[in-house]
């Protein structure tokens, strides 16, 4: 009885052969790493933007340029908080403390010595209530009629825009994510295109002896399974890689997110599911594209 | 026919711009007969074994294997139907790749069987041609008599109801060429159809069978050497 040899060719496609294909892996390995990458920062602006937005008070500050006589600038001080109690939707009012102003403003930046320190500058917080609708311009207006020399700032309108922006840019990332995403599938389509133009006398020979497409497309599934499995394990290490280097290394209170609510399980899923994911759709993309292409010939 | 398994009706084929290879050609073929297909070099052989194999769709006229039409079969159905046509091609059309075994185990893969169940199989083909020991050859190392055979015992894995054989002998010395066509004669017993390309008269002669003439477009059939002419569409 002869020895079978497992060890013998499975695929009737001659695909190692073609020392090139064997690059594709590296390039599905970066794709799933870039689209673990995307995945895991809109994941993380998520959670950021959801503290921000908890986070965001409702209300507006008011600035006004210091004076040197320090009864002068008490009067003034409530001569503006009573204007400001005025204000229609205005639930409470604060006078910005000078320990307050330092833990905002880094002290290399203000150090207390700096004869214009900011801290010589009268701030006040206004909170305002979310349901009134407030008129910056003409609260503007109004208190520039007293206080000719004041700033005010809409906390509630910089901080929106703020959140659009950072929101426009989480969506920009999974956008990148899919354009990667249809790169990998064009990736495939076209290495499997040029597979069956370089095993075209094979795939000829096999659909003569009785080889149905659907055969045939399986063999191209399998071998692009094979290299997405690899281009996987590479995207996984990368990314599992990326990911531990910047955990330990992260500032976690930039992004206004603590260890307890930094979201590792999200991110580990996408690192662990996303080259599943990619390896899924590539053999779909192989064997859709050679059942079309084959369905194209007589 | 009744019994009919090849049907030529009014048959047409040439090649772009050149001269009829077939014209207007009708003929049957019953089930479970072993005929010979004779003619000239570059008369068209080939070309009517690939009709009947479904190789070409661009010719005129209509063609009936197990009674369907293969004008309109898809790919589908063209694979399904060629898994119960054995062809032995003039050159081989191994897989060089693949080991004389895994090669000779191939229709059984094609059908979805197993592959240690199809290499089983295909080891005892193996044997029974003669290519007992060479299981793991690559085709390239094959003699073109061993290739001859390991295309045949390819042919007949998926035990075909029609066996097309296009120049068989064309590689083999008088001997083997013999025991080729005992070899034929068995399988033509198990109720294999054989049409088998030739110009070697001596084996028409030595092993007798009907013969499909082809000569300037057109087919005539013959009976055996010895025998009175039972037909002619001409």
Sequence with gaps: MLKMKTSAVRSEIPFNQVKGSKMVFGTLGLMVFLITLCLSSSILLERTLQTWRHEATQGFTVTLPPVTDPQQQFLQQIELLKLLKKIPGVLNIEIVTQEKRTSIFDHWAYPASTPHSPLSFQTIEATLDSRVKIDFPQISSTLEIFFPTIHLEAGRKSKETFLEIVQTAQISIMILAGLIGIAAIFTIAFTTHAGLIIHERVIEILRLIGAEDRFIAKQFQSYALKLSVKGGILGFGLSALFYSLLTSTIDLSLLSVTSKTFPYAEIWSIIVFSPILVAVVIMISAHTTVMFALSQET | ?234
């Design chain 2, 1 to 234: 026919m009744h019994n009919s398994i090849v049907q030529f009706e009014r048959v047409s084929l040439k090649y772009d711009q050149g001269p009829y290879i077939l014209e207007d050609v009708s003929f049957n073929l019953s089930s479970g007969t072993f005929h010979y297909l004779t003619g000239a070099s570059g008369v068209g052989k080939s070309s009517l074994l690939k009709l009947i194999y479904s190789g070409f769709k661009e010719y005129r006229g209509t063609i009936r294997i197990f009674g369907s039409d293969l004008r309109y079969m898809k790919n589908q159905a063209t694979a399904l139907y060629r898994q119960q046509v054995g062809v032995i091609f003039q050159d081989f059309l191994l897989l060089d790749h693949l080991t004389t075994l895994d090669n000779i185990a191939l229709p059984l893969r094609l059908k979805g069987e197993r592959w240690l169940d199809s290499r089983k199989k295909a080891q005892q083909m193996m044997k029974w041609i003669g290519l007992g020991g060479l299981e793991e050859a690559m085709p390239s190392t094959l003699s073109g008599g061993q290739k001859q055979r390991a295309v045949i015992a390819r042919s007949v894995m998926n035990k075909p109801k029609i066996l097309l054989a296009d120049e068989p002998t064309g590689n083999l010395d008088d001997e083997n060429a013999a025991k080729l066509l005992y070899l034929f004669e068995e399988l033509n017993r198990g109720g294999i159809t054989i049409i088998m390309a030739t110009h070697n008269k001596d084996l028409t002669t030595e092993f007798p069978h009907p013969i499909i003439r082809l000569a300037e477009g057109q087919v005539s059939i013959h009976p055996p050497f010895g025998h009175e002419r039972i037909a002619n569409n001409a």
